[in-house]
């Protein structure tokens, strides 16, 4: 899983915190959330409220949160960024999927109970 994370980006961990930031780091890098979090007080005590607080709201806003689903292909990593860039397109990516689905089962469903289907496989038997 760590290897198709990699290969999309970094992403914030769903199952965070606070906003899933310093998890999403330790795993792109494969590191203990600990040791970050731990960086991060320190960076907090060393520098201030301000400027920890405001990077880490950017980091928050600039990463894209982790897919539900692993991504398995490039095909899903296209359509994860799609849909994470612009849902509506991605809903109507989908609705155009389908429908082209839909028209497709109707032909095959027209030629399967028409009548010449059923005269050709008594002719072919």
């Given at each position: 899983m760590?290897?198709?994370?990699?290969?999309?980006?970094?992403y914030?961990s769903?199952d965070g915190?606070?906003?899933g930031?310093?998890?999403?780091i330790?795993d792109?890098?494969?590191?203990s959330?600990?040791w970050?979090?731990?960086?991060?007080?320190?960076?907090f005590?060393?520098?201030?409220?301000?400027p920890?607080?405001g990077?880490?709201?950017?980091?928050?806003l600039?990463?894209?949160?982790?897919?539900?689903?692993?991504i398995?292909n490039?095909?899903e990593?296209?359509?994860y960024?799609?849909?994470?860039?612009?849902?509506?397109?991605?809903?109507?990516?989908l609705?155009?999927?389908?429908?082209?689905?839909?028209?497709?089962?109707?032909r095959?469903?027209d030629?399967?109970?028409?009548?010449?289907?059923e005269?050709?496989?008594?002719?072919?038997?």
């Amino acid at each position: 899983m760590r290897k198709c994370l990699r290969n999309g980006g970094i992403y914030r961990s769903r199952d965070g915190v606070l906003l899933g930031v310093c998890r999403g780091i330790a795993d792109y890098y494969d590191l203990s959330v600990f040791w970050i979090r731990l960086g991060l007080v320190i960076v907090f005590l060393l520098s201030g409220f301000w400027p920890v607080i405001g990077i880490y709201i950017v980091a928050a806003l600039l990463m894209k949160p982790r897919p539900v689903k692993p991504i398995e292909n490039e095909e899903e990593q296209e359509f994860y960024d799609s849909y994470v860039n612009s849902p509506k397109n991605a809903a109507q990516r989908l609705r155009r999927k389908f429908e082209n689905l839909e028209r497709r089962i109707r032909r095959m469903e027209d030629k399967v109970t028409g009548r010449d289907y059923e005269w050709e496989r008594k002719f072919n038997s």
